[in-house]
């Protein structure tokens, strides 16, 4: 079975510009969540979708958001990047929230 | 919210050497993983182990939830060890999602 893929792997972008990252979990699992790791905070999480809805959201400002796809798939976007966007973005899927999760590779964003 | 801390922060050890790591959580849950990150930077499965003990090969866990911490065991350990170990806790009531530890940072020498 195949694990979770994230796209790109790499990204470099400037302040102010946006940015989608993407997530396809395992099949068959339903529920995506997202975290940043950045040196100083650690990981983190960003929010969680399942069936297309959002089921829970971390500390993050409004410029985060995210969608699920019918087929599960998951997108995330940071609008206006600052500086301090840079980080590494990583997926996890799980059947459901209360199951084990798997990661993804995971998307190294660079905002210069 | 969950104060999740995992100790040591650094450890050195020499090929063969056995270590125990260790993750304390400051309230109940209902799910606890265990994570290697490798140099690249994903996340690899090592145990789900909610309570009770699991071995895999040369790596063993433990988590004694009542008592509120989990173990990791890593016996006759090999270079590719080398990496930073994650304990993750989450829990079902609430605002459900995983907290993360800061991590140990294993370093193996041959």
């Known amino acids: 079975k195949a694990g979770v893929t994230q796209t790109p792997r790499y990204l470099i972008k400037t302040r102010g510009q946006q940015v989608t990252l993407s997530c396809s979990p395992i099949?068959?699992?339903?529920?995506v969540s997202w975290y940043q790791q950045t040196p100083g905070q650690g990981l983190q999480f960003l929010f969680e979708y399942f069936s297309e809805t959002q089921r829970n959201k971390g500390n993050f400002p409004g410029r985060f958001s995210g969608r699920q796809f019918s087929n599960s798939r998951s997108e995330m976007n940071v609008s206006t990047l600052e500086l301090g966007d840079s980080a590494l973005y990583l997926c996890a899927s799980s059947v459901d929230r209360a199951n084990e999760q798997f990661f993804g590779p995971g998307t190294r964003l660079t905002v210069l | 919210g969950i104060q999740v801390e995992q100790s040591p922060p650094d450890l050195i050890l020499q090929e063969g050497a056995n270590s125990t790591l260790r993750c304390n959580f400051s309230d109940s849950v209902n799910n606890l993983q265990w994570f290697h990150q490798n140099p690249w930077g994903q996340l690899i499965n090592l145990f789900y182990?909610?309570?009770g003990t699991k071995q895999n090969g040369r790596l063993s866990a433990t988590t004694v939830a009542t008592e509120r911490y989990s173990l990791l065991y890593i016996s006759s350990s090999q270079t590719t060890d080398s990496g930073v170990y994650f304990c993750a806790v989450a829990r079902a009531s609430g605002t459900y999602k995983y907290i993360f530890g800061t991590g140990t940072r294993l370093k193996v020498l041959a």
């Open positions: 182990i909610p309570s």
């Open positions: 099949s068959g699992h339903r529920s």
